[in-house]
């Protein structure tokens, strides 16, 4: 059964720091894909970062670029985002996904959150200005 822990989330004023963690079990395919999306009340879920293990391919949204890492400890079954530089605008609960859909291998889908089957709970960031 696969499974996903995302923690990390709190409070922190703008221009802050946070690191997220996400702890997965239960992938017994080697081609996987992993990452962070989030949402605000609204708005649709959006992914942040994605990687990809068949290529260690990793993928950043926009917003995220120059900010965000998305990094791995494979000994850990750990993902990370650390996330520097925050702004309000980041406030949003985020949650840790994963796929073993080939859809989800592509650069074009990568990101989308209808190739990601696998999701664990939210952990909610809060950016105060």
């Known amino acids: 059964e696969v499974q996903l822990q995302a923690c990390g989330g709190g409070l922190v004023q703008a221009g802050g720091s946070l690191r997220l963690s996400c702890v997965y079990s239960g992938f017994d395919f080697d081609d996987y894909a992993i990452g962070w999306f989030r949402q605000v009340p609204g708005k649709e879920r959006e992914g942040v970062s994605c990687?990809?293990?068949?290529?260690?391919?990793?993928y950043y949204a926009d917003s995220a670029k120059g900010r965000f890492t998305f990094s791995s400890d494979s000994a850990k079954n750990t993902v990370y985002l650390q996330m520097n530089s925050l702004k309000p605008e980041d406030t949003a609960v985020y949650y840790c996904?994963?796929?073993?859909?080939?859809?989800?291998?592509?650069?074009?889908?990568?990101?989308?959150?209808?190739?990601?089957?696998?999701w664990g709970q939210g952990t909610q960031v809060t950016v105060s200005s």
């Open positions: 996904a994963a796929s073993f859909r080939p859809g989800a291998f592509s650069t074009w889908y990568v990101m989308t959150e209808d190739q990601y089957e696998y």
């Open positions: 990687f990809t293990r068949r290529d260690a391919g990793t």
